[in-house]
């Protein structure tokens, strides 16, 4: 079956520092797969879209990498600060499109002072 | 530009009672629209999404039902809540050829069934 496993506990890192988030996938074979942000008791927002013949994607302090023969992104964000504190959500879309994404359930980014 | 307007943002219904949920997005035609729920610490679940009037795709199961009477307008709606229909519900619109299909959130509707 098809899945999409980001890490479930949260990730507690120091400000300044960098944070590295991680999605992995099975059973797709994804033409895009994005980026999105959600704060508690909002709906996510857009941060980054990565193709599939792309390897990496910046967006000022946010990078993206995208490895199809892992099946893996991952998603840096450097001098993290403490207002990067929230769940970072990946989300694919099958080849074929579809016109749909599934979401991973996302991973808690806590960024201390 | 495109905005995306959805409401209430919170709502405590008793069970058995029915439920409408609105959603509309101004600034785009032709949008796919979308209902999530998330249950509290857990994934996006998509309920229904559409790509144009009258078509509605569910995705599971359930005890709701979507419609879109016209372009940019997208209701949820259950003719009797059950407690388990509990959670925060989600309004998004996307355009294909726009837009790769970035999805665009509304605000959420918290759903409490008691």
């Known amino acids: 079956s098809q899945k999409i496993e980001q890490n479930s506990e949260a990730l507690n890192i120091q400000e300044g520092k960098t944070a590295t988030l991680t999605c992995n996938y099975t059973?797709?074979?994804?033409?895009?797969l994005q980026w999105y942000r959600q704060d508690p008791g909002r709906g996510p927002v857009f941060l980054l879209l990565?193709?599939?013949?792309?390897k990496e994607k910046r967006k000022e302090r946010l990078k993206v990498t995208f490895d199809t023969t892992l099946k893996q992104s991952l998603f840096h964000i450097t001098a993290s600060q403490p207002a990067d504190s929230a769940t970072y959500l990946c989300?694919?879309?099958?080849?074929?499109?579809?016109?749909?994404?599934?979401f991973g359930t996302g991973t808690q980014l806590k960024v201390e002072l | 530009s495109q905005t995306i307007h959805q409401w209430p943002a919170t709502l405590v219904q008793p069970v058995g009672s029915p439920l409408s949920l609105e959603c509309t997005v101004e600034?785009?035609?032709?949008?796919?629209l979308y209902w999530y729920r998330q249950a509290a610490g857990r994934g996006l679940q998509l309920l229904f999404y559409?790509?144009?009037?009258?078509?509605i795709s569910s995705e599971v199961p359930q005890n709701l039902s979507a419609s879109r009477p016209q372009d940019r307008q997208f209701i949820l709606s259950s003719k009797k809540l059950l407690l388990s229909d509990s959670g925060f519900y989600l309004c998004?619109?996307?355009?294909?050829?726009?837009?790769?299909?970035?999805?665009?959130f509304g605000a959420g509707t918290r759903l409490s069934v008691l």
């Open positions: 990565i193709r599939e013949n792309e």
């Open positions: 998004a619109w996307s355009h294909s050829v726009l837009a790769k299909n970035i999805q665009y």
């Open positions: 600034g785009t035609s032709n949008p796919n």
């Open positions: 059973n797709y074979s994804p033409a895009y």
């Open positions: 559409s790509v144009g009037i009258g078509q």
């Open positions: 989300a694919l879309e099958p080849t074929g499109g579809g016109n749909k994404l599934t």
